[in-house]
């Protein structure tokens, strides 16, 4: 069974830190990698994919990947109230779909 | 708008009842998901199409049927509704298939929030 595991949190931060969301994944020939951000009563929205190894910075946002590890993870930088949400990785599966971790549930306190 | 929309937003029924949601998607993507999304915010797909061919169909009980007409349209009907349905269903669409992109992230819904009484 391929997975993905996310902590659930609440991973509480204070705002203008760095927030850093983990997550693992089972499946040793997964390409490519998603993280998505859904607020309550929300739909999920992309925010950044990845597929190579090491860093890509989008903004206050980077996704870091480590396929030797199978461990991708989101960094947060200067943290906005406006940040607070459940964050879900995801991983493409060989089928084309999106398998998803359960969430890591951020907030950030003003 | 271009966009992945699905309808009712809200549907609010009996057990044993016989619904469907509908979705449909103007971004020309190729294939289209629907994805269940339960009480503990852990969403899991349940079926996808891919050009009208159905691609995945997971460990679904049969009473949810997808049916999909045409590649922009891929609507889920569900029979004989029981409580355990309760949940947010999301429909979604990307682009590529497994061997044409990797990037090919979803593009989903704004969901159906299914309340089976």
């Known amino acids: 069974q391929k997975e993905v595991e996310q902590n659930s949190g609440p991973l509480s931060v204070p705002e203008g830190a760095i927030a850093s969301l983990n997550c693992t994944y089972s499946d040793r020939g997964s390409q490519s990698f998603f993280w998505y951000r859904q607020y309550s009563g929300k739909s999920p929205e992309l925010i950044m994919f990845i597929y190579s190894n090491g860093d890509k910075e ?18 947060i930088r200067d943290s906005q109230p406006s940040d607070s949400a459940t964050y879900l990785c995801a991983v493409r599966g060989s089928q084309g779909n999106l398998i998803f971790g ?8 003003p | 708008d271009t966009a992945v929309s699905q309808t ?9 009842n016989d619904k469907s949601i509908k979705c449909e998607q103007n971004l020309g993507h190729d294939t289209m998901y629907w994805y269940k999304q339960d009480s503990k915010k852990f969403l899991k797909i349940m079926f996808s199409y891919n050009n009208k061919e159905l691609i995945i169909n997971e460990t679904v009980p049969n009473r949810f049927s997808p049916k999909s007409p045409d ?3 891929l609507n889920l009907h ?12 999301f429909c979604a669409s990307s682009q590529d298939w497994i061997w044409k992109g990797r990037n090919s992230p979803l593009h989903f819904g704004n969901g159906t929030r299914l309340t089976v009484t």
Do not use: C, W
């Open chain 1, 58 to 75: 989008d903004g206050r946002f980077t996704a870091q990947l480590n396929k030797a590890s199978q461990y991708v993870s989101l960094l």
């Open chain 1, 102 to 109: 359960k969430g890591t549930k951020l907030s950030v306190k």
């Open chain 2, 8 to 16: 009712p937003k809200y549907l609010v029924t009996q057990m044993g």
């Open chain 2, 71 to 73: 590649k922009a349209h």
């Open chain 2, 78 to 89: 569900i029979n004989s509704l029981e409580l355990g349905d309760s949940a947010v269903y």
